[in-house]
């Protein structure tokens, strides 16, 4: 009887054990938070956002699963970044530049980027190669970028994340304005976190 007893509650612990390490697999298990912010836990990193509703990167639309970028929330100080180049309250990605795309449009790791409120050529129109060279110059293929994502409008239409950014120790949305290879898109100033920077105002924001 005695044996038989040992043996109904090692069954029992061993489904509980069991069922705890599939919480931890599956989802965020109940005695603990999301912190897949810091690392520190998988739930927001196996993409089980319907669980981490606060987690900052399930409610930009990309749990960290299914990147390789690092990012750094602004509010926490990196030492690898210069606080000073990332403001406000949504994501600053540090990443290698894949390729440029045209004068406003990158790839830093798996982000598509768009350059907030800065306009260059599109392929068909006059100073599309001038503008596309220029940044990729800046942007050289393999180096890194740091982009600081735009608080007001996060991503476009096409879900490119828009952002300020930075190769080669620049602000490219400002070097390309400032030599005269793009136009600012003052149809956004009232709906970008940098309309009030001396770069946006200078241009027309």
């Given at each position: ?150 608080d007001k409008q996060p991503f476009d239409k096409f879900k490119r994340i ?40 200078k241009f027309g924001c």
């Amino acid at each position: 009887m005695m044996i038989r007893l040992v043996l109904v509650i090692l069954l029992v612990s061993g489904f509980f054990v069991i069922q705890d390490a599939s919480a931890h697999r599956n989802g965020c298990h109940s005695k603990h938070s999301c912190p897949s912010d810091s690392g520190s836990y998988t739930c927001g990193d196996t993409g089980h956002c319907s669980q981490c509703p606060d987690n900052q990167y399930c409610k930009s639309g990309m749990p960290i699963n299914v990147i390789d970028t690092q990012i750094i929330p602004k509010e926490v100080k990196s030492q690898k970044i210069n606080s000073s180049l990332c403001k406000g309250n949504t994501m600053c990605i540090v990443g290698t530049v894949k390729s440029v795309v045209d004068g406003d449009t990158i790839y830093v790791d798996s982000y598509k980027i768009r350059m907030s409120l800065t306009n260059t050529p599109e392929k068909d129109q006059p100073g599309y190669k001038e503008a596309t060279t220029f940044t990729k110059k800046l942007c050289l293929k393999g180096t890194t970028a740091i982009i600081d994502q735009d608080d007001k409008q996060p991503f476009d239409k096409f879900k490119r994340i828009v952002g300020k950014v930075y190769c080669s120790d620049k602000n490219v949305n400002s070097e390309l304005l400032e030599n005269k290879l793009a136009n600012i898109s003052k149809k956004y100033c009232k709906t970008s976190e940098f309309a009030s920077e001396s770069w946006a105002s200078k241009f027309g924001c």
